[in-house]
């Protein structure tokens, strides 16, 4: 469980952004929301592949902070809402609001909304991963929070790949990373699946020994 942030470990994350950033926009030339958005994704995947392959071989506990996956969870998120915040926010000075949201507007607008109310759950998930605030709210509180982060990857994941299937690139088809985020969305989901069955696989050999 990560219930701490360390500047060391803030630093990284941020660094490690800020180079994928900086690959995005100066080297592959994408424009800066698409490139926010991206790198903002592929830290939200980053999260949620440190889950299932932590049940499935968990670490020994006498590893150092920096060594131990599980540890980097909090800064990774408060990141990735960092860079989506950003990501909505350029796209909103180029766009009125209105207009991404509008119903009966263009195709995109349900994808919008989905990413905004992602974005809404980062924001409350980011404002209770720090230490104090956990204490005040309680553990039992913070974990049933902080499930949902599987929730806003599933309306990240609709919302990228909308974008490039059936939207933005609509007429000349999607890009790269198109279907990166199938490929990446895929393997969490299979992730899942392979540690609930080894879950129960676990659960049913200790109900036969008992």
């Known amino acids: 469980m990560d219930i701490k942030n360390t500047p060391i470990q803030h630093t990284i994350v941020g660094i490690f952004s800020l180079a994928l950033i900086l690959v995005s926009k100066l080297l592959l030339n994408v424009p800066w929301s698409t490139t926010l958005g991206r790198v903002s994704f592929i830290l939200l995947f980053l999260i949620l592949i440190i889950g299932p392959v932590m049940r499935l071989k968990k670490p020994a506990k006498s590893l150092s902070p920096l ?103 609509g007429e000349v088809g999607p890009d790269w990373f198109g279907y990166i985020a199938i490929i990446m969305t895929i393997l969490i989901i299979l992730l899942q699946l ?9 659960a049913q050999s200790k109900n036969t020994f008992n």
């Open 67 to 169: 060594t131990t996956p599980w540890s980097w969870r909090g800064e990774l998120g408060i990141w990735f809402t960092i860079l989506s915040l950003m990501h909505f926010i350029i796209i909103t000075i180029e766009t009125p609001f209105y207009n991404l949201i509008k119903i009966g507007g263009a195709g995109f607008s349900l994808a919008n909304l989905l990413g905004l109310i992602a974005l809404f759950w980062s924001i409350i998930l980011a404002f209770t991963s720090f230490e104090k605030i956990i204490n005040f709210i309680g553990i039992s509180s913070w974990k049933w929070l902080h499930s949902l982060t599987y929730v806003i990857f599933y309306l990240v994941a609709t919302h990228f790949i909308y974008f490039q299937f059936f939207s933005t690139y």
């Open 194 to 202: 392979i540690t609930f069955i080894i879950t129960i696989i676990k």
